[in-house]
């Protein structure tokens, strides 16, 4: 079964404003990951964040864990064009591999 | 480095046909994966590798089998291929240390199958 669900399921925006995705898990994890995919491609690592950790940056990304909620958010700050894509969260309930969820497109318009 | 390498890109298959999608890495991973993604679903593990001549079961191994004889190159077969198994695969690599924590995870571009 899917371990991550990512929520909103689409976002649509306008240029330059913020994007925030959550994503939602069922049991306990060591880390997080978040991945882009541009339409027809691979999937790219964002980030990892572990579980002993709140909040993490990298350039326009942050992304926080709340360990007691099971959640994490992806925030994308300064939103371009370049950024439509679909973002996944990815979890390693069965370590080695990684647990991902459905998904969130995000549209990102000039 | 090329990185993950998937073959071929596309395939057309007929229910009941055999083939085998090739995934090779340059990075010396230890590590590699199967996933399959279809609309609305996420990417889903099909199977995993720790190691040259391992192989485990992921969530939706049926239909499948693999096989990595070579540290670089995991296969994924299909003996009977079914309409279900219209996805696009992908293959996966990652370093792992042996910890208790996950290591990013490098993926190809990706194989789109259709099975008529």
């Known amino acids: 079964s899917q371990q991550g669900e990512e929520d909103p399921q689409a976002l649509s925006i306008q240029e330059g404003e913020n994007a925030t995705m959550n994503c939602s898990y069922k049991?306990?994890?060591?880390?997080l990951q978040w991945y882009r995919q541009n339409s027809g491609r691979g999937l790219v690592h964002l980030i990892l964040?572990?579980?002993?950790?709140r909040e993490k940056h990298s350039g326009r990304l942050r992304v926080t864990l709340d360990t007691s909620k099971k959640s994490s958010s992806l925030l994308i700050t300064a939103s371009r064009a370049a950024d439509t894509a679909s973002y996944f969260c990815a979890t390693d309930e069965r370590r080695p591999a990684l647990i991902f969820g459905k998904g969130t497109t995000l549209s990102v318009s000039s | 480095n090329a990185g993950v390498t998937q073959t071929p890109k596309f395939r057309v298959l007929k229910t009941g046909q055999s083939m085998t999608l090739l995934c090779a890495q340059d990075?010396?991973?230890?590590?590699m994966y199967w996933y399959r993604q279809d609309p609305g679903m996420g990417l889903r593990l099909i199977h995993y590798?720790?190691?040259?001549?391992?192989?485990a079961k992921g969530e939706v191994p049926d239909g499948y089998n693999v096989s990595r004889l070579k540290k670089q190159n995991f296969l994924l077969g299909l003996e009977s291929a079914a309409p279900s198994q219209t996805s696009v695969y992908f293959c996966a690599s990652s370093y792992e240390d042996g910890g208790p924590f996950t290591d990013t995870q490098y993926f190809g571009p990706g194989t789109r199958l259709t099975v008529l």
């Open positions: 964040i572990r579980s002993n950790e």
């Open positions: 049991t306990s994890i060591n880390n």
């Open positions: 990075m010396n991973h230890e590590y």
């Open positions: 590798s720790v190691g040259e001549g391992t192989t």
